[in-house]
């Protein structure tokens, strides 16, 4: 796996916005994956410059990684709520081709076949930009998942509760669903280009542990290891445990 560092993390948010940019002005009908968090908010805000700067996203493609099971879009906690207001409502993407998986879906497991489905009739996924989780998840693919484990129902563990619920986003860990909806690290793999950001001292074992450690399911970032397209863009503090060649 390719990675690069960078000194600050606005430095490495800016690089991931012009890669974005750049494959989005080369193919306007991209098909975009794209996380949530505390990660990709640079990432957004430069594209959302770009955009006013002349970037078009009319003809844009996007699918969100991942969704809380109980949550509708309403919700100000919702992975929906929070891509209209950081992104979405911000550029010229078409309200139709902005795809993320419903928490409140009558039938969740059919929800997340459909996701597949819907992925699959697009032609499949050009980008997937990811952050990673402080123990090495991706989307919300935690320890334990499969190298071909597909779009379904996870159970969130004890680090991530209490990671997304330190007053970033939820304000206690009573508050933060048990369960989310997750598109599989297999249907990940299947993309041309994965990126995948990580900025702080936070993310530095993880980081070490999918660049540097085996290939296994105790860091689900490793399994892309063997993806013949995925580059890691760090500041200086997420790649600090990296081992220099
Ligand atoms: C969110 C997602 C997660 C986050 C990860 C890091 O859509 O897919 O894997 O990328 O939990 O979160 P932050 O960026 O808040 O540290």
Redesign the pocket.
């Known amino acids: 796996m390719r990675y690069e560092t960078f000194k600050t993390e606005q430095e490495a948010s800016q690089a991931v916005a012009t890669r974005i940019a750049e494959l989005v002005s080369a193919n306007p009908r991209i098909r975009l994956g794209l996380?949530?968090?505390?990660?990709?908010l640079g990432v957004y805000k430069e594209l959302i410059r770009q955009h006013q700067a002349g970037l078009s996203f009319s003809e844009a493609v996007t699918f969100?990684?991942?969704e809380y099971l109980g949550l509708s879009g309403a919700h100000p906690q919702s992975?929906r709520y929070f891509m209209e207001t950081n992104f979405f409502q911000h550029i010229d993407l078409p309200t139709w081709n902005r795809h993320l998986l419903d928490g409140v879906a009558r039938y969740p497991e059919l929800e997340c076949q459909a996701y597949e489905t819907k992925i699959q009739a697009q032609g499949g996924i050009n980008l997937w930009f990811?952050?990673?989780?402080?123990n090495g998840?991706?989307?919300?693919n935690e320890p334990g998942s499969e190298v071909n484990s597909r779009t379904r129902i996870v159970s969130l563990t004890t680090e991530?509760i209490e990671?997304?619920s330190d007053g970033?986003?939820f304000k206690d860990p009573a508050e933060v669903p048990r369960c989310a909806l997750?598109v599989g690290i297999g249907a990940i793999r299947e993309a041309d280009e994965i990126i995948v950001l990580a900025?702080g001292e936070?993310?530095a074992d993880a980081v070490f542990n999918a660049i540097q450690g085996p290939f296994d399911i105790s860091c689900p970032a490793s399994l892309l290891q063997d993806h013949a397209n995925v580059t890691f863009y760090l500041d200086e503090a997420a790649a600090s445990k990296l081992t220099r060649a």
């Open positions: 996380p949530t968090g505390s990660t990709p969100n990684l991942d992975y990811l952050g990673i989780g402080g998840h991706i989307a919300f991530t990671a997304n970033r986003f997750s900025l936070k993310k």
